[in-house]
């Protein structure tokens, strides 16, 4: 329903909730805000209490309205944007490479868990978007809340400052390049010398694995750290 039809709504809001549900974008995941509480529902397909949840937003359809998360070509672009801006020029090349094909979001942030300082300008930069977001979204919909975000007041986000341009491996994709020039070395490589070849970049493949999942913890240790300073 249309917030003309429905009216300003005033209400104490579940910002956590709220910031969550925009975050998330799924295709298995709605989420719905409850216009008499703040509270946000959030229905999962194959969730036990899915079905309930769904009946009780659809008997009561004038009090919900369904969150509209940040699309996932929104949140590429935000990607976009925040490597155009990184100065390291190995760092940039990187993340290039990284938000290249299926999979990109998560390759990218294992790029960056071995950069701490330019992790937490992604995160930073991100949150800014976000939170903007929701609140062009609230005030599309004449929500007006009684409590404050815990983000504090939002200001439009500024552009961040092109310091390098992509580079360009002819018509492919940086990380298609990469793979081809891969394949023609291997090409070059005598067969009695492709068993060595396969086990060391089983190796490689290995020892990368067990760094992400090392910086991934450690990530998780200084997130948790930050996360109890901000709330002490």
Known sequence: ???AARGPVRIELDWDALEIAVERNSPDTDSYLDLTNGRVITITSGDPEAALNRQQVSENIRNFL???PASSREQYRWMEKFVGSVTDEALRERLIISVDGKG???RFKDVLLAYPAERERWF???AELLHWHIQQWLESHEIKTTNEPPWGQVQAPTELPTVGRPVVHGTEAPGEALRRQAR???ETIPAIELPTTIAFMEFLKQRSTE???KQHRDAEAHDKVRDDEQKS
């Open 1 to 3: 329903m249309p917030a």
């Open 66 to 68: 369904r969150v509209e």
């Open 104 to 106: 990109a979001f998560r």
């Open 124 to 126: 930073s930069y991100r």
């Open 184 to 186: 023609e070395l291997i």
């Open 211 to 213: 760094a992400i999942a």
